[in-house]
Nanobody
Framework: QVQLVESGGGLVQPGGSLNLSCLAS????????MGWYRQNPGKQRELVAA???????NYADSAKGRFTISRDVAKNMVWLQMNSLKPEDTAVYYC?????????????WGQGTQVTVSS
């Protein structure tokens, strides 16, 4: 079984920065893609940033120029560096991974880490 664990969320003031980390653990052959999504109560979960093996990252328009996703394939980790944070960035951020195991190729989710941007 695969587990994704996020960390790095917290409370910051507008204009501040946070770095989110996600570690995938368990037994699997490979991780094709990893990414970050966010969700506020009553809203749809939305893509923030994602990176697929061998390709350049893609970002939501709201994240472009402010957020940077990075991945270490060997360590099964992905990070989201968030700069110039705005109140509208407040959400629970979820790590996502497309993982190939011995029996399937499935999508996995972490339990989320809260990011709050407020004065």
């Amino acid at each position: 079984q695969v587990q994704l664990v996020e960390s790095g969320g917290g409370l910051v003031q507008p204009g501040g920065s946070l770095n989110l980390s996600c570690l995938a653990s368990g037994r699997f052959f490979s991780i094709n893609a990893m990414g970050w999504y966010r969700q506020n109560p009553g809203k749809q979960r939305e893509l923030v940033a994602a990176v697929t093996y061998g390709l350049s990252p893609n970002y939501a328009d709201s994240a472009k120029g402010r957020f940077t996703i990075s991945r270490d394939v060997a360590k099964n980790m992905v990070w989201l560096q968030m700069n110039s944070l705005k109140p509208e960035d407040t959400a629970v951020y979820y790590c996502n991974a497309q993982i190939r195991t011995i029996t399937s190729f499935d999508e996995y989710w972490g339990q989320g880490t809260q990011v709050t941007v407020s004065s």
